[in-house]
């Protein structure tokens, strides 16, 4: 199973659940397709769920920092200035040092804030606060 999104246009939400093969090349086809929704809008605030069956073998450090590399150019054209909060869920306990290295990638320059959570609820409970 691959990545697949939700916009919640009325809670201002997508919700990206990623799982299968996973690599910043998939992370980068993904992301474009999610610019490329009609229902899209650079305004809502992220869910990013690593489910049980994403394996993240070729998530190093460099193929992470060319992902965030490249989401920070495609929503600089499609985003203008929009500042959100991404909140990501492992539901693997041993994924969680992903978020570690993913961390490590954003620059300074980035207009999102990142941050793991242990659950979805707790991530929705930061999201809407």
Known sequence: MGSDFKIDTGGRLIDWRIGGHVSAETLSQNFNALLSRPDYSPEYDM??????????????F?????FQAYM?????????????????????????????????????HSRAELRAFPGETEARAWLEG
């Open 62 to 66: 460099d193929a992470l920092r060319q």
């Open 47 to 60: 869910l990013v769920i690593i489910r049980h069956d994403a394996r993240l073998g070729d998530l190093d």
């Open 72 to 108: 920070q150019t495609r929503r600089a054209e499609v985003d203008g200035d929009a500042e959100i909060k991404v909140a990501m869920v492992f539901e693997r306990p041993e994924h969680m040092a992903i978020i570690q290295l993913h961390a490590m990638s954003y620059t300074p």
